[in-house]
């Protein structure tokens, strides 16, 4: 690799090498050890980290009221920026440096400093940035950089980690974890409060466009990890177009500003039948893949779990058919909140005004791998189903509720999990991937007969095109437990939910009273 012109770090380091090339950095990858080739020509590596390290993320204030999530003293932080500091004196870096965004009037200059051990991780970073012109890297100076170290350990944290989120000065630094979504999220947690001070809602979402006759319709599809939110995303109803994975910003004139220039995807159940644009991409020889099991012929395996079931592919935007850029959602019309469910959320409902900003907050779902052991098949609720809001969670309700109501966004609640009990339970039923897209598609055409729901007062569907009575009780999970004997079983989750929810919303300091109250 050649240098090019010295730039300053935030941090010392033996040896830089400055935006190394997609060709260098394949290069590099296949001289590790823990490296595979698939049978499509693209890099497999094993990794001993294999989700985000959340007990291990502080934000570093001595303000900590400021703060939703769990925060360190700045000595303390301090304190292991040296310590990284150190260690780098006597090891080479890997720099990659680009945008979050490409919109010219919201795009944010980040940088990543990788030790150069690791370079799978400055690869997947580096297709994920929107690529810098050679002007605009010459006079490069990043508004949020990573400082990533998989090799140093950080003792007396959980799981000798830390991920250390330095919020005022844009810095996150990452300490003993070789997992790629530390690097993606450290960057995009600063952009979060960036995008909130400049008036906007930032969102763990998806975006796609969906054509209708006459027109078109823009969907935002937020959801944890592993709920659905790529497959919605990226399902082609009537030949929908995606738009962004996993983050994009909702601004107060309705605009959707994205983040990445590829995705970051689960491949657990990967299947060509359900999800072939996901499928292609991933098998494709630019992927570069993490933890995705292999067999010894190169072949992949999706349903394999036995190293872990958050094997991940980074793919680029422009291998998924029928890609368009952000800046082709003039406003934003549909939300779907997704909450992999397990007993009486319906498949879809409807929720309007301060009901659908309490759903918001509320951020509902059956926690999976990709947050780690402490999450997975754990019921979660997470505003806004945004673990990286670095600010208040209250703001994030208030926020929303001004957005929505400004600039008339439909709301809607899928369910992608089950309805009746757990998978283990023989009288539950699965919401699939085809009743998810029926959904979606009836959605944007306006096609689903509504009915008031007696129990929460949303609307929920008396008939979906694409849906047939046997599955009705898909839609109304009453049907179900009715038809089973099992009313006071349904009329006890409802009472506890109700009950539930309103406890949760009214622990938010700050949060608008009347989202607060708007589930009782």
Same mark, same amino acid.
């Given at each position: 690799?050649?240098?090019?012109?010295?730039?300053?770090?935030?941090?010392?380091?033996?040896?830089?090498?400055?935006?190394?090339?997609?060709?260098?950095?394949?290069?590099?990858?296949?001289?590790?050890?823990?490296?595979?080739?698939?049978?499509?020509?693209?890099?497999?590596?094993?990794?001993?980290?294999?989700?985000?390290?959340?007990?291990?993320?502080?934000?570093?204030?001595?303000?900590?009221?400021?703060?939703?999530?769990?925060?360190?003293?700045?000595?303390?932080?301090?304190?292991?920026?040296?310590?990284?500091?150190?260690?780098?004196?006597?090891?080479?870096?890997?720099?990659?440096?680009?945008?979050?965004?490409?919109?010219?009037?919201?795009?944010?200059?980040?940088?990543?400093?990788?030790?150069?051990?690791?370079?799978?991780? $400055?690869?997947?970073?580096?297709?994920?940035?929107?690529? $810098?012109?050679?002007?605009?890297?010459?006079?490069?100076?990043?508004?949020?950089?990573?400082?990533?170290?998989?090799?140093?350990?950080?003792?007396?944290?959980?799981?000798?980690?830390?991920?250390?989120?330095?919020?005022?000065?844009?810095?996150?630094?990452?300490?003993?974890?070789?997992?790629?979504?530390?690097?993606?999220?450290?960057?995009?947690?600063?952009?979060?409060?960036?995008?909130?001070?400049?008036?906007?809602?930032?969102?763990?979402?998806?975006?796609?466009?969906?054509?209708?006759?006459?027109?078109?319709?823009?969907?935002?599809?937020?959801?944890?990890?592993?709920?659905?939110? *790529? *497959?919605?995303?990226?399902?082609?109803?009537?030949?929908?177009?995606?738009?962004?994975?996993?983050?994009? $910003?909702?601004?107060?004139?309705?605009?959707?500003?994205?983040?990445?220039?590829?995705?970051?995807?689960?491949?657990?159940?990967?299947?060509?039948?359900?999800?072939?644009?996901?499928?292609? $991409?991933?098998?494709?020889?630019?992927?570069?893949?993490?933890?995705?099991?292999?067999?010894?012929?190169?072949?992949?395996?999706?349903?394999?779990?036995?190293?872990?079931?958050?094997?991940?592919?980074?793919?680029?935007?422009?291998?998924?058919?029928?890609?368009?850029?952000?800046?082709?959602?003039?406003?934003?019309?549909?939300?779907?909140?997704?909450?992999?469910?397990?007993?009486?959320?319906?498949?879809?409902?409807?929720?309007?005004?301060?009901?659908?900003?309490?759903?918001?907050?509320?951020?509902?779902?059956?926690?999976?791998?990709?947050?780690?052991?402490?999450?997975?098949?754990?019921?979660?609720?997470?505003?806004? *189903?945004?673990?990286?809001?670095?600010?208040?969670?209250?703001?994030?309700?208030?926020?929303?509720?001004?957005?929505?109501?400004?600039?008339?966004?439909?709301?809607?609640?899928?369910? *992608?999990?089950?309805?009746?009990?757990?998978?283990?339970?023989?009288?539950?039923?699965?919401?699939?991937?085809?009743?998810?897209?029926?959904?979606?598609?009836?959605?944007?055409?306006?096609?689903?007969?509504?009915?008031?729901?007696?129990?929460?007062?949303?609307?929920?569907?008396?008939?979906?095109?694409?849906?047939?009575?046997?599955?009705?009780?898909?839609?109304?999970?009453?049907?179900?437990?009715?038809?089973?004997?099992?009313?006071?079983?349904?009329?006890?989750?409802?009472?506890?939910?109700?009950?539930?929810?309103?406890?949760?919303?009214?622990?938010?300091?700050?949060?608008?009273?009347?989202?607060?109250?708007?589930?009782?």
């Amino acid at each position: 690799m050649t240098p090019v012109k010295q730039k300053t770090l935030p941090c010392p380091a033996k040896g830089i090498h400055w935006n190394p090339s997609r060709e260098e950095l394949r290069r590099l990858i296949e001289k590790m050890p823990n490296c595979r080739i698939s049978r499509y020509g693209s890099v497999n590596v094993q990794t001993r980290v294999v989700s985000r390290s959340k007990a291990s993320t502080y934000l570093v204030t001595d303000s900590p009221h400021d703060h939703s999530d769990q925060t360190l003293p700045v000595a303390r932080g301090l304190e292991m920026a040296k310590r990284q500091d150190d260690y780098l004196r006597d090891r080479d870096v890997l720099v990659i440096e680009g945008f979050i965004g490409d919109d010219p009037q919201f795009k944010v200059p980040a940088r990543l400093v990788m030790e150069a051990a690791f370079p799978n991780v $400055a690869a997947m970073q580096r297709a994920l940035y929107f690529p $810098a012109t050679k002007e605009e890297l010459a006079g490069f100076e990043p508004e949020v950089t990573v400082i990533y170290t998989p090799g140093l350990k950080a003792e007396g944290f959980p799981s000798d980690r830390l991920i250390a989120v330095f919020l005022d000065r844009g810095i996150t630094r990452v300490f003993n974890s070789d997992y790629f979504g530390e690097s993606k999220k450290g960057g995009l947690r600063m952009w979060n409060r960036i995008v909130y001070e400049r008036g906007g809602l930032p969102m763990h979402s998806g975006a796609k466009i969906v054509p209708v006759d006459g027109g078109s319709r823009a969907f935002l599809i937020v959801g944890l990890s592993g709920t659905g939110k *790529t *497959t919605t995303t990226f399902t082609r109803q009537n030949g929908s177009s995606p738009v962004q994975d996993d983050f994009v $910003a909702l601004m107060p004139d309705g605009r959707v500003h994205a983040t990445e220039n590829g995705c970051f995807a689960k491949t657990f159940g990967l299947d060509p039948k359900y999800e072939p644009t996901i499928h292609a $991409a991933v098998c494709h020889p630019d992927a570069y893949l993490e933890n995705v099991s292999q067999k010894p012929d190169g072949e992949l395996d999706f349903f394999d779990t036995s190293y872990t079931p958050n094997g991940r592919a980074v793919f680029a935007m422009e291998r998924v058919d029928g890609y368009l850029e952000a800046s082709n959602i003039r406003k934003a019309d549909v939300l779907l909140i997704l909450n992999r469910n397990e007993n009486i959320v319906p498949a879809v409902c409807r929720i309007q005004g301060v009901q659908a900003a309490a759903f918001f907050m509320l951020g509902e779902t059956k926690g999976t791998s990709a947050g780690g052991a402490e999450e997975a098949g754990k019921f979660l609720r997470i505003p806004g *189903t945004n673990p990286f809001f670095p600010l208040r969670h209250a703001l994030q309700g208030n926020r929303f509720l001004e957005l929505s109501q400004r600039i008339g966004l439909e709301v809607y609640v899928l369910n *992608t999990g089950r309805v009746g009990g757990p998978e283990d339970d023989p009288r539950s039923k699965k919401v699939r991937i085809p009743h998810s897209s029926a959904i979606v598609k009836a959605i944007a055409e306006g096609t689903i007969e509504w009915e008031k729901d007696r129990d929460f007062g949303y609307d929920v569907a008396g008939r979906v095109p694409g849906i047939d009575g046997t599955d009705l009780d898909l839609l109304q999970p009453r049907r179900l437990y009715e038809a089973q004997g099992r009313l006071d079983e349904h009329r006890a989750l409802v009472e506890k939910t109700k009950k539930d929810r309103t406890e949760y919303l009214r622990k938010w300091p700050g949060l608008d009273p009347a989202i607060a109250g708007a589930l009782r």
